[in-house]
C-alpha cells in the first residue's frame, strides 16, 4: 500500500527487503523500534527524516508534502 501511495504521488523510493537483505534488519529495528513492516523513511529537504511504521497514512500524508 505505501509502494502504491508513494507512485500516485509520483515519489521515488528505495525498497529493501528483508528477506532478501536481512543484514539491514538491524539498521530497520533501529529506525522504527519494532520489528513491524513496512518502515518508511522520508528524508526531507533539510536531510530530517520522518520514521512510519506500517501503512499510517495520516503521518505519510503529511511527511511527503
Known amino acids: 500500500m505505501v509502494k502504491k501511495y508513494l507512485d500516485v ?3 521515488t523510493y528505495e525498497i529493501v527487503n528483508l528477506d532478501e537483505q536481512p543484514e539491514r534488519q ?3 529495528l533501529s529506525l522504527s523500534g519494532a520489528l513491524t513492516v513496512p518502515v518508511t523513511v522520508v528524508t526531507k529537504h533539510d ?4 520514521i512510519i511504521v506500517g501503512y499510517n497514512l495520516s503521518k505519510l500524508a503529511p511527511a511527503i508534502a
Open 9 to 11: 504521488k509520483n515519489h
Open 47 to 50: 536531510d530530517s527524516r520522518e
Open 26 to 28: 538491524a539498521e530497520a
